[in-house]
């Protein structure tokens, strides 16, 4: 059985940081890229970031360009989105995700999804 269990989300200031972490099982990572994706109320889920399979390339959303970064480690199956300089618009429920590409294809389904962690940023 496949999971993703997300990690990481809580209240924190506007300007301050948090690392969320997402922690894959069930699943030949090495072979996945991931994503996450967020999901503000009242709004659509929306790509944040992803990061290739072998964790050579990352893309991001150009709203978190410079402030969060994507990684990965292929031998611990986690992935983690460092969010820096956060901003009240950043608030949502943060999801992690897998897709069976090289690389993470925006335009095709994601094979599997994390149950989302809360992140609420004050201003």
């Known amino acids: 059985q496949v999971q993703l269990v997300e990690s990481g989300g809580e209240l924190v200031q506007a300007g301050g940081s948090l690392r969320l972490s997402c922690a894959a099982s069930?699943?030949?990572?090495?072979?996945?890229?991931m994503g996450w994706f967020r999901q503000a109320p009242g709004k659509d889920r929306v790509f944040v970031a992803s990061v290739s399979r072998s964790g050579s390339s990352a893309f991001y959303e150009d709203s978190v360009k410079g402030r969060f970064t994507i990684s990965r480690d292929n031998a611990k199956n986690m992935v983690w989105l460092q969010m820096n300089s956060l901003k009240p618009e950043d608030t949502a429920v943060y999801y992690c995700?897998?897709?069976?590409?090289?690389?993470?294809?925006?335009?095709?389904?994601?094979?599997?999804w994390g149950q989302g962690t809360q992140v609420t940023v004050s201003s």
């Open positions: 069930g699943l030949a990572f090495g072979l996945y890229a």
């Open positions: 995700a897998a897709q069976n590409s090289p690389i993470y294809y925006t335009s095709r389904p994601s094979d599997y």
